[in-house]
């Protein structure tokens, strides 16, 4: 996956996900939504065939749109960690 910033100011940020899918781009989504600091997270793909979603984050803070975004996928990193030990767990 790579990451492809569009736009970039200190409280909105545009980028794309390329090699990402909705399901990536779903958990990032709510994941960012979570976040006290972020004002508006959404994603959306142009067309199927070409299938490179296009993220806005906005923050209503002095945080960064940088910084919210690395928050938050270590916090999905480190949730997926948790499933995965579960899930050994559970076998």
Do not use: W
Request: glycine residues 2%; hydrophobic residues 40%; aromatic residues 6%.
């Amino acid at each position: 996956m790579e990451i492809k910033v569009i736009e970039q100011s200190k409280k909105k940020m545009i980028f794309e996900l390329i090699g990402a899918d909705h399901t990536f781009c779903n958990a990032l989504k709510k994941e960012l939504l979570n976040d006290d600091n972020v004002k508006v997270s959404t994603y959306t793909i142009a067309h199927p065939l070409i299938n490179i979603p296009k993220f806005i984050v906005e923050t209503n803070t002095q945080k960064e749109p940088a910084e919210v975004l690395k928050s938050a996928a270590n916090r999905l990193v480190k949730e997926n960690k948790e499933f995965l030990a579960a899930f050994k767990k559970a076998k």
